[in-house]
């Protein structure tokens, strides 16, 4: 039986490689490139190499950004002295969804996972407390997941951050159990952040 050529079988590998695309996804999106306008494909070409070279992350808060700083540490109407700690940049679309929070954001870039040899210096901790003692916040709101690695995150940040005297909460466990804030639709996550809770310094 005949296969698809070569270029065909390449591009198909290439795409399986992105978030939620499955063999057949793959190969329907590679035979439809393949037979596109050459037009078309190259403007999706050129529209995939200027968005990677334009977007980076936020050198204050780490979020995905064009421009420096990015649009939420600089709108002066953002409540300062709040700051919502995530795993990943792309939770902080996910919250700003919602439209319930007015705050800023800190991305950690990743959670602890001794399995994996992730530890704390491995995030951006550091830049956190860095950021902490630099402007007046009075609340940390910890936004991570809901997985063993995610509570065992939040609970060593709660502790570290409330020697510095700040109130540290933690959003309501409105989430699937063991899933992130990117399965949350916005009710889900707004109901989760109105209804955040103090994290108790005795129970550390």
Do not use: W
């Amino acid at each position: 039986m005949a296969d698809y050529p070569e270029p065909v079988r390449e591009l198909t590998a290439a795409l399986r490689r992105l978030p939620g695309i499955g063999p057949r996804s793959a190969e329907r999106l590679a035979l439809y490139l393949a037979q596109a306008d050459p037009s078309f494909v190259s403007g999706l070409a050129g529209q995939l190499t200027r968005a990677r070279e334009k977007i980076h992350a936020c050198p204050v808060c780490g979020v995905l950004t064009d421009q420096d700083p990015c649009v939420i540490c600089g709108d002066p109407r953002r409540e300062a002295a709040m700051i919502c700690v995530v795993e990943r940049a792309t939770d902080v679309f996910n919250i700003e969804k919602s439209a319930v929070y007015r705050g800023l954001y800190h991305v950690l870039g990743g959670k602890i996972s001794p399995v994996n040899g992730i530890g704390p210096e491995d995030l951006q901790v550091n830049s956190l407390e860095e950021r902490l003692r630099h402007k007046t916040v009075r609340e940390v709101i910890l936004a991570l997941g809901s997985d063993v690695e995610g509570d065992a995150t939040s609970h060593y940040l709660a502790k570290r951050l409330q020697s510095l005297g700040l109130r540290v909460s933690q959003i309501a466990q409105g989430l699937p159990v063991g899933s992130g804030l990117e399965f949350a639709d916005e009710l889900t996550l707004s109901r989760a952040i109105e209804g955040r809770r103090l994290i108790d310094q005795e129970s550390l």
